[in-house]
């Protein structure tokens, strides 16, 4: 199913047409909660390498992981249908890629404010929002220097925890982003640097608690662990 033919925005079809002139794109459909989604990512992202220049990976190390959908995101959002209540509140996502997690969320009764500090994954993000009919906010965010004066009852992230040098930056965002009594949940693909972080959260007073899921798409079964992390004195 199609869900850019079916509707006909024009905003959607602008973007489309733009989109479609910068890069080779696949449109993939998925059932996530029992409800019917359509994402738009790029096709090869390893072909965007060749678009950032030396001075650009010196300068932030920016790689194009934002340009997939990642099993971590398809686990975490299907745990946000099938596991949360996100009916009413209001939730922010941190590197949201193409926005696999952040569109679902919205779908399931969310105000969603999805994030990442790509420009380029924003207008993904805007274009899945629009073609899966939910609202969603887009900004940027460096998870380096949160400029949000905003808090949130809840935080998502998905496949963040790659690099050792953002495990702490990714705490102290975690710190700024939510509301007291407010949790984030982390969706990480078993990376060794998790424990690292883990143990950050747990030194900047964050319980944890984690879930053991797998995600299986035909081939090799991928191992996802999703930690939910809340100030232990906020219960």
Known sequence: MNLRHETPIPELEGLYHEL???????????????????FLSVLDSYALLDRISPE???????????????????????????????????????????GMVSVTAAACGAAVFATDYSMEALRFIRYNALMNKVPVDTGRLDWRSVQCAERFDMLFAADVLYER?????????????LEPGGAAYIADPRRRLA?????????????????????????MPVGVNIYRLSKANDG
Do not use: H
Request: glycine share 10%; aromatic share 12%.
């Open 56 to 98: 650009e990976f010196v300068r932030d190390e920016q790689m194009p992981y934002w340009a997939e959908i990642w099993p971590a995101a398809i686990i975490l959002s299907a745990f946000i249908a099938d596991e949360l209540s996100v009916t009413g509140k209001r939730v922010v996502e941190i590197g949201a890629g193409v």
């Open 165 to 177: 040098v953002n495990l702490l930056p990714i705490v102290t965002a975690i710190d700024k982003l």
């Open 195 to 219: 424990g690292q972080f883990l143990e950050l959260a747990g030194e900047n007073g964050y319980a944890i608690t984690s879930y053991s899921k797998s995600y299986t798409d035909g081939k």
């Open 20 to 38: 479609s002139g910068e890069y080779d794109l696949s449109e993939t459909p998925y059932c996530i909660g029992g409800k019917a989604f359509s």
